[in-house]
């Protein structure tokens, strides 16, 4: 059974940082490339982070350039996010995916909340 287990979010006051996990299970990890989603509530769910199956490429939309980090561990099925300098519109809920050619994955998802 193929699964994406996210952890790590949390309650942080802004400037402050968090480092997601999702950990997966069921499918041949290194031949997927990863991606992080969130979605705020009434908003549409946004890309947020992506990185090749080899992890030799990561890619960001401006609003997180500088501040989140993807990363892989293929030898033990993870994948990370850093989020650093975390602001209150960071607030979502983060979901991992998974995906080779038209097969995606999803994960749970993970709240992530930025307050003082």
């Known amino acids: 059974q193929v699964q994406l287990v996210e952890s790590g979010g949390g309650l942080v006051q802004p400037g402050g940082s968090l480092r997601l996990s999702c950990a997966a299970s069921?499918?041949?990890?290194?031949?997927?490339?990863m991606r992080w989603y969130r979605q705020a509530p009434g908003k549409e769910r946004e890309l947020v982070a992506s990185?090749?199956?080899?992890?030799?490429?990561?890619n960001y939309p401006d609003s997180v350039k500088g501040r989140f980090t993807i990363s892989r561990d293929n030898a033990k099925n993870t994948v990370y996010l850093q989020m650093n300098s975390l602001k209150p519109e960071d607030t979502a809920v983060y979901y991992c995916?998974?995906?080779?050619?038209?097969?995606?994955?999803w994960g749970q998802g993970t709240q992530v909340t930025v307050s003082s």
């Open positions: 995916n998974a995906g080779r050619g038209l097969l995606r994955l």
């Open positions: 069921g499918l041949t990890f290194s031949n997927y490339a």
């Open positions: 990185i090749t199956s080899a992890g030799d490429t990561a």
